[in-house]
Nanobody
Framework: DVQLQASGGGLVQVGGSLRLSCAASGVTFDEYAIGWFRQAPGKEREKVSCISSYDGSTYYADSVKGRFTVSRDNAKNTAYLQMNSLKPEDTAVYYC???????????WGQGTLVTVSS
């Protein structure tokens, strides 16, 4: 079975940092792009960032550009989202997902809650 396990969420003060991890199993990890999404209460899911499988190219939503950094360690089957300078509007459940074809996310993790307090 394919599993994506997102972890690392928690409660942090404004301006703080967190690093989310997305551990994959049951897939050939380096064949998949990894995307990070978030959904805040009452809002639609938003794509935050992604990192490609083949050249490590990255994408960031404007709302997180310059504050978040996505990376991956294929040897560990794990992707990361380093989140710095956190703001209250970053509060959401964060999900990771894996896509073998561009933009088509086949597998999703269970989500990890990030709460930024002011």
């Amino acid at each position: 079975d394919v599993q994506l396990q997102a972890s690392g969420g928690g409660l942090v003060q404004v301006g703080g940092s967190l690093r989310l991890s997305c551990a994959a199993s049951g897939v050939t990890f380096d064949e998949y792009a990894i995307g990070w999404f978030r959904q805040a209460p009452g809002k639609e899911r938003e794509k935050v960032s992604c990192i490609s499988s083949y050249d490590g190219s990255t994408y960031y939503a404007d709302s997180v550009k310059g504050r978040f950094t996505v990376s991956r360690d294929n040897a560990k089957n794990t992707a990361y989202l380093q989140m710095n300078s956190l703001k209250p509007e970053d509060t959401a459940v964060y999900y990771c997902a894996a896509a073998k074809n561009p933009g088509k996310y086949d597998y999703w993790g269970q989500g990890t809650l990030v709460t930024v307090s002011s």
